[in-house]
């Protein structure tokens, strides 16, 4: 996982490396500073030695700028490396998602996804920049400190082989006791969030029920158990402090008294003033960097779960992969399903579409009709290869869909989705996902076939309206037909309604089926529909019923000889559906 | 942040202000006694630093001149000393301690608060704020603020207390020498001003582009089969690249300030420190202003000690900007005006009748209705329903219903029928004061709707809405959600008339199937069965039935329809019709355009009339 995760540097590897190389100059100069500090004190000031003082005053001085100035750098350096990191963490979890098959994103939801892709990026970039900064500066620090403190004063430094395991232990068991307390905490969180959310989007309905104070006490519920919860892990982590101030003081006690004795009892020539100030800082900097290392390693527990999460998504292989030297060109639109038998995810036991053979001509148009669950939808997403048959063969032109370039096959079969999607942007710039070049003549055109001229010209701003996150600022049959003229746009050779019309009224329903027998004539035309009435007049129709081909005719002939078919136009013509009338 | 000038400083102060007394204000006692408990520890930290001078200058110094010392004094001042460090460690353990409960108690009341005050607001304001943006008060912003209270706050009280202390404790000792440090002092908080500022400013930019980018792979995200369907991976990953730059741009920018602050304020710590020894022991040389060498190392301590709150406030600067703008948006949440209620009119039970009236003895629930000089008069509950010259725009400027007249008397059903925009929906949230009208009046039984207490009104209307909503919870619990009493007896009977009760039964855990994410495991017809048993369980005598639009199977929607058509018996209903075939045996239908009422009567009177209802009749025109 971690060389994985290293890919992802590249262009910042420099940034990477010189960060730690900075960190490592800043503190060999930290430790630095009280060692001559020392013999300021000892030979400057107690030495009463005037010139030395100046002189290596004056060199401590530069000491200290050139830290200065490698603490700007590796900050700076930081920085760059870590937002950089998460730059390309970011950009390659997208590009690997948009490789994902339908498969793929069936198994990912789009709001995990999301949060992958945000949360947990920034918990692993703040992860890495402690990895290459603080996770460098502590050990060495640490390192550096004691080996300083033990080449002062052997003897005395003993304590801190006390000192580090108790302060070491006490930090340890802090972060173990509060962990499972903070996972909880994240958990009464979601269902926070998740109280909210409901609340809001069903606010007209609690509104409506007068269920306002219902709503609260729910709320207050859960709000109750953050505070419960969160109390308890933050009383463990409030030990933090009060450990570190009493390891810290003990510390300074010891060794006040047993420096002073030292001092004393050899008369100043085995330890001297300065050397007990130094050992004072290097036990107050040892201490500190565990505390340091401590939080590192909180981060790093909660930036692993995080990057388990980005790894799923970046170790997700595509389940569909283009043949070595794939076929570019489309030359037919004719379709042949050949004992087709598929089913979603690895359970191939619960078959969603069974033994399917069909031929449909080139030009013709398909109807498929049958109740919700009876594979409709399944049936078509095969044709464009949304999905790959687990049996069986599905051929455009005699050529298995499979051996097509997965570009040149979507290109040339235009599917408009059940669940329709516009996306934030103009009109314009929506109908032009069909075909990125169109001309606006062409953009009229396509919207002209599919019905949806009419209304945009009644717009203040026409073809440049702007369309919200969701589309939500047009109707549901006016959404239906911007789809279907999108999807004209590309001229295709196949053209696939997914109960693309379902909120269109019947006259223009028929109308843009009309338009479809004129303006594209060669095209291969499959409708799926609820309404008899979308697909009585295609040239043949498919009535499926749990994924087996219950009846494939003519309308005539499914009224005379197929039961689901009867019955469904039978229902459709008692609620007195308008096409009734026509 | 320091360009911005004067005007948000103010403002900022303010929501400052009010977020103290927030955290002060409900927490007084416990407040007092955590400032006492960290200004014992902040001494504690500064009286180790003068400690280290007396141990130099009274003990060692004079033992290493005496033949004999005696450790007695020394061993007792140590005692001292472990006296006070034991009390600043209590001390500090205390004010954690007691800090959580402010900090979490203080959360939890803005968490409630917040909640509360969002359940009283009208629906205009759901209307136009993202639910993404409500919810992001809840998380981020608390967040936020947890951070704040939690870890900037105590901080920030211990860091002045020791400055404060500190400062002192030099000027005590030597006056030159604590000049010299007040110098870096100064230079320490304006670069901390400084450069916080900075990384604080691009911090809260760098929030921004991050919801840019959570944005655009939301949308793009839900929308991932229409991309693919159109191949049009490569665009939307320029996009997304296009977008992760920026945020990168500002990531980098945030984090260099933040990153190299630390350093600075360590190296100016250190450039203080060799200054003060330079300074200090050419002072003790040359014999001026009775420096002495202990003295110099307390103050080399003390400035070591004066630098560390110093650097931990300026490490706190983008927390408290990010908080206060949280903070901000918050208290603009509570700032919300709350839906009014100016009414009187209460619904009472018939056995809580007090008068003698005629329709005593008639069961069921009747209008309490208050005069002015204190008598009260009790209508009985029937649902009639009347609207005389309404107008109603939900913006001041632009009226959207337009002197819309109608009745509907007891036991009727009326229909509303009329293209997308046309105000069908707009009209019913009329009635159950969603909105208020601008002008005319609404009467329900008689008595004008905006006297009648918000609650009751809408306790005496059911609606079922075109778009499903259930909560999490079993399928009783959400049936139930119509009425808190209702028995699970009387949830099934609801059920059962409501045709729901087939496919409720068929489910493994049956009635105790738990749902969530609003219902994802049921069909769109099966939610919507739920919600008209939801209703029926509630037993109003008005419902306004908002039809779904969705596709769903004829088997399915044949269910549905009969199911509401139970509803509907013996009960005062509008309708809004997404499907002609709905209307037909409606008592009245109301054909709406632009918010005119341009058609009335039955279906054959209009049928008849070969107007617009005919056209839309015929299929001439679309009705969504």
């Known amino acids: ?582 | 942040m320091q360009n911005n000038n004067t005007q948000p400083v103010m403002k900022r102060k303010h929501i400052m202000k009010r977020l103290l007394s927030y955290i002060v204000g409900r927490h007084k006692a416990l407040f007092a006694v955590v400032l006492v408990c960290i200004f014992i520890s902040s001494c504690a930290v500064v009286l180790s630093s003068l400690f280290l001078e007396t141990l130099i200058d009274d003990y060692i110094t004079p033992f290493l001149t005496e033949s004999a010392p005696n450790f007695d004094g020394l061993f007792s001042l140590i005692l001292r000393m472990a006296v006070i460090y034991a009390f600043g460690t209590i001390c500090s353990f205390l004010y954690n301690r007691l800090m959580i409960r402010i900090s979490q108690g203080t959360l939890k009341e803005i968490r409630d608060d917040m909640f509360r005050h969002m359940q009283q607001l009208p629906i205009s304001y759901f209307d136009t704020h993202t639910h993404g943006d409500i919810m992001s008060h809840y998380t981020n912003d608390t967040d936020t603020l947890r951070q704040f209270i939690s870890q900037a706050l105590p901080q920030l009280i211990s860091s002045v207390i020791s400055v404060v202390v500190i400062l002192v404790a030099m000027f005590a000792n030597s006056v030159p020498l604590t000049l010299v440090v007040l110098v870096f002092a100064i230079i320490m908080v304006c670069t901390s001003r400084k450069v916080g500022g900075q990384s604080a400013h691009y911090f809260i930019r760098q929030q921004q582009s991050l919801a840019d980018v959570t944005g655009f792979a939301e949308e793009t995200l839900n929308g991932q089969k229409v991309i693919k369907v159109f191949c049009h991976e490569e665009q939307v990953k320029a996009r997304f690249m296009k977008k992760n730059d920026g945020l990168y741009e500002d990531a980098v920018r945030a984090n260099i300030y933040g990153n190299i602050l630390m350093p600075l304020m360590m190296q100016i710590g250190n450039l203080q420190y060799v200054l003060l020894a330079l300074v200090g022991g050419l002072l003790a040389l040359n014999q001026i202003g009775s420096v002495t060498v202990g003295m110099i190392i307390a103050f080399l301590n003390l400035s070591k000690a004066l630098c560390m709150p110093i650097s931990q406030i300026s490490q706190q600067i983008s927390l408290i900007a990010m908080a206060l703008a949280g903070a901000g948006r918050i208290f603009m949440l509570l700032d919300e005006k709350v839906e009014e209620d100016h009414g009187t009119v209460t619904l009472v039970r018939a056995a809580d009748v007090e008068q003698d009236t005629a329709e005593k003895t008639e069961k069921g629930w009747f209008w309490r209705c208050p005069a002015e000089d204190g008598t009260v008069s009790y209508v009985p509950l029937k649902g009639d329903i009347r609207f005389h010259d309404v107008d109603f725009g939900y913006t001041a400027q632009k009226t959207i219903l337009h002197k819309i007249n109608l009745f509907a008397k007891p036991g009727q059903k009326i229909a509303f029928v009329g293209a997308t925009g046309a105000g069908k929906t707009t009209i019913t949230n009329l009635v159950n004061r969603f909105y208020d009208i601008n002008s005319g009046e609404i009467l329900y039984d008689g008595i004008e709707i905006t006297k009648i207490k918000k609650p009751d009104l809408r306790r005496s209307l059911g609606v079922v809405l075109q778009d499903v909503h259930l909560f999490t919870g079993t399928i009783m619990e959400n049936i139930r959600y119509g009425r808190l009493d209702a028995t699970d007896e009387e949830c099934i009977a609801a059920a059962m008339l409501t045709n729901a009760h087939d496919f409720i039964s068929r489910l493994p855990d049956g009635y105790q199937t738990m749902l969530t994410q609003d219902g994802a495991l049921l069909s769109q017809g099966q939610r919507q069965l739920l919600s008209i048993a939801r209703a029926a369980v509630a037993d109003p005598p008005v419902l306004v039935l908002d039809e779904a639009t969705s596709s769903i199977d004829t088997r399915t929607e044949a269910l549905v329809q009969s199911g509401m058509d139970r509803l509907m018996e013996g009960r005062t209903i509008f309708v809004i019709a997404h499907r002609l075939s709905t209307v037909q045996n409606s008592d009245a239908i109301m054909v709406l355009d632009q918010g005119n009422i341009i058609e009335r009567g039955d279906h054959d009177a209009l049928v008849a009339q070969k107007g617009v209802y005919y056209r839309l009749y015929t299929g001439d025109f679309e009705l969504e």
């Open chain 1, 1 to 582: 996982m971690l060389l994985q995760f290293a890919k992802s540097i590249r262009q910042y590897k420099r940034d990477t490396i010189l960060t730690p190389i900075f960190v490592l100059l800043e503190v060999f100069i930290e430790i630095t500073i009280p060692l001559c500090m020392a013999e300021v004190i000892d030979r400057g000031i107690d030495g009463k030695d005037q010139s030395f003082l100046i002189s290596f005053g004056s060199f401590l001085l530069v000491l200290v700028l050139l830290g200065l100035v490698a603490g700007l750098l590796s900050g700076f350096f930081c920085a760059r490396a870590s937002a950089g990191f998460s730059r390309n963490l970011r950009k390659d979890m997208y590009d690997r998602i948009q490789e994902f098959s339908f498969d793929n994103i069936d198994k990912f939801s789009a709001s995990s996804l999301v949060t992958r892709l945000t949360t947990d990026v920034t918990n692993v970039q703040m992860a890495f920049m402690m990895l290459i900064r603080v996770a460098i500066r502590a050990p060495f620090m640490l390192i550096f400190s004691l080996l300083a403190a033990f080449s002062v004063n052997a003897d005395l430094s003993m304590m801190f082989l006390v000192a580090i395991p108790v302060l070491g232990i006490g930090l340890l068991a802090i972060i173990h006791f509060s962990y499972p307390y903070f996972t909880k905490v994240f958990h009464i969180y979601d269902e926070l969030n998740g109280v909210v959310q409901e609340n809001v989007i069903g606010m007209r309905v609690v509104k409506s029920f007068v269920r306002e104070d219902f709503e609260e006490e729910k709320f207050g519920k859960v709000s109750g158990q953050i505070y419960n919860v969160f109390s308890k892990a933050e009383r463990i982590v409030a030990l933090n402090m009060p450990l570190m101030q009493f390891v810290v003081y003990a510390c300074m006690l010891l060794l006040s008294w047993f420096g002073a004795k030292a001092i004393v009892l050899s008369g100043g020539t085995d330890m001297t003033t300065g050397d007990l100030t130094s050992m004072i800082s290097y036990a107050m900097s040892i201490l500190s960097c565990l505390m340091m290392l401590s939080m590192v390693m909180v981060i790093l527990n909660i930036a692993n779960a995080s990057a388990k999460r980005i790894s799923e998504v970046l170790q997700e292989k595509s389940t569909l992969q283009n043949k070595k030297h794939p076929i570019r060109k489309m030359e037919d639109s004719e379709i042949v399903f050949e004992h087709v038998g598929f089913g979603y995810g690895a359970d191939t036991e619960s078959k969603c579409l069974k033994d399917i053979s069909l031929r449909i001509p080139a030009g013709s148009t398909l109807g498929i009709v049958g109740g919700t669950g009876s594979g409709k939808s399944s049936l078509v997403q095969l044709i464009p290869r949304l999905y790959d048959v687990t049996e069986g063969r599905v051929t455009i032109g005699g050529v298995d869909v499979k051996d097509y370039d997965l570009y040149t096959l979507r290109n040339e079969v235009a599917m408009v989705l059940q669940k329709n999607e516009l996306f934030s942007g103009t009109i314009k710039e929506n109908l032009r996902w069909g075909d990125s070049t169109a001309s606006d003549e062409e953009v009229v055109q396509a919207c002209k076939l599919a019905q949806a001229d009419s209304f945009i010209s009644t717009f203040p701003d026409g073809y440049d309206t702007y369309i919200e996150q969701g589309g939500t600022n047009v109707s549901g049959g006016q959404k239906q037909r911007l789809c279907i003229a999108r999807a004209l746009l590309k001229k295709p050779k196949i053209l696939i309604l997914d109960d693309s019309t379902s909120a269109v009224d019947t006259k223009t329903d028929a109308l843009i089926r009309k338009a479809f027998l004129e303006e594209i004539p060669d095209s291969t035309k499959i409708i799926i529909a609820q309404r008899i009435s979308s697909v009585e007049d295609a040239d043949q129709i498919l009535v499926l019923e749990g994924g087996r081909i219950s009846a494939l005719g003519t309308h005539e002939q499914l009224i005379k000889e197929n039961k689901i078919y009867r019955e469904m136009y039978l229902t459709q013509m008692k609620g007195g559906e308008e096409d009734a009338k026509q």
